[in-house]
Structures are given as structure tokens and as C-alpha cells.
């Protein structure tokens, strides 16, 4: 079985998310698996890229007799059937989520995103950049919504309310000081 993984700056910066929202429990990491899985789900049918922007479409009618039919969005021409998005999966490796693709005929995906897509002629290329190999930024805010009230996000709000207020009480208590001091 073939397994594309995201890029490692793409996994580093999931992680990053992840550790920022600062949960471990068994609750959190079933739902920001999930929430990743039906991201790439929304980004692969709405035909989003890694960065969010849509992707380059494709020319129609798409040739060869796998696409009779095929309506969807380029990686996604047959829906919900499609590689780009039922072969997806993210999983859990120690405190580490790996996502990526996994299965029969994933390669293609990494032909696409390094721009070496076939044209459907022998050794023509399309050159056409279609990478999903990476959280789009809309799957990162949907993570960043569900979980912005957790216990460690609410503590680091708190840390810098306090360090500004107390920042700003240190200043006015030194303006009232260097005022008494002129008044003399």
C-alpha cells in the first residue's frame, strides 16, 4: 500500500495547532481528527488547494473512460468517490497527528502537486500545480474555532490580560509619581 504524508513544515505546522490548543484527552483527538478529515472533505469538493484558493480547472470534457460522467472539481471528479478524498486519513502517532493519503493510485496526488500530472499522452506533462498535500488555512481556523475555549488557550488569554493591564497600571503609577514630583 502506497501512503503520501503531509510535507513536513505542513505536519509541523498542524502539530504546532495542536499544541497550542494544549489537550491530550481522548475526546479532543477524536474531534480534531475528525475535523481534519471532513476539511480536506469540504476542500477536496469545493476544489481547494493547500492554501485554500480553488485550483486551476480542467478541461472539459475530461478524456479516457474512467471520466464519463466525472462533473466534480479537479482531484475530485467523481464527488465523494474520488481519491483526493476517500482515501484521506489521519491518524494518531503517539502525541504526533499524521495525516495524508493512503492507498491504491495515491502517487498521482504527489504527480500533482510537484506539477508532473499527465496529460493523458505518453511523457506529455500538464505542468498544472494542484497540491493538497497540507491543511488548507479554512481547516486550520474551523480547529482553532472548535477549540479556542480550552483550558490552556483561556490560560494564555488570561496571562496576556494580565501582563497588559499590569503594563498599563505600572505606567499610569508612573506618570502620577513623576507629576507629585513636579508639583513640589
Do not use: C
Not at 471528479?77 to 482515501?87: A, Y
Not at 499527465?118 to 497540491?131: L, M, N
Not at 480550552?150 to 506618570?175: E, H, K, P, Q, Y
Amino acid at each position: 500500500m502506497i501512503q503520501i504524508e503531509y510535507r513536513s513544515q505542513h505536519q509541523g505546522q498542524l502539530n504546532a495547532l495542536i499544541e497550542g490548543v494544549g489537550r491530550t484527552d481522548v475526546r479532543f483527538r477524536t474531534e480534531v481528527r475528525q475535523l481534519l478529515i471532513e476539511g480536506n472533505r469540504h476542500d477536496r469538493l469545493a476544489g481547494r488547494d493547500r492554501t485554500g484558493r480553488s485550483m486551476r480547472a480542467v478541461r472539459l470534457p475530461r478524456r479516457g473512460r474512467r471520466y464519463s460522467g466525472a462533473t466534480g472539481p479537479p482531484l475530485a471528479p467523481h464527488g465523494e468517490l474520488s481519491r483526493s478524498v476517500r482515501s484521506f486519513f489521519a491518524s494518531w502517532q503517539g502525541d504526533l497527528l499524521v495525516a495524508g493519503y493512503r492507498g491504491p493510485g495515491v502517487e498521482i496526488l504527489g504527480y500533482h502537486a510537484a506539477g508532473r500530472s499527465g496529460t493523458g499522452r505518453k511523457g506529455e506533462v500538464t505542468g498544472v500545480v494542484r497540491d493538497v498535500l497540507g491543511v488548507s488555512p479554512i481547516t486550520v481556523a474551523t480547529i482553532r474555532a472548535e477549540f479556542q475555549f480550552s483550558l490552556r488557550a483561556m490560560f494564555n488569554r488570561t496571562v496576556r490580560t494580565a501582563r497588559a493591564v499590569g503594563s498599563r497600571a505600572a505606567d499610569f503609577a508612573g506618570s502620577v509619581v513623576s507629576l507629585g514630583g513636579s508639583l513640589r
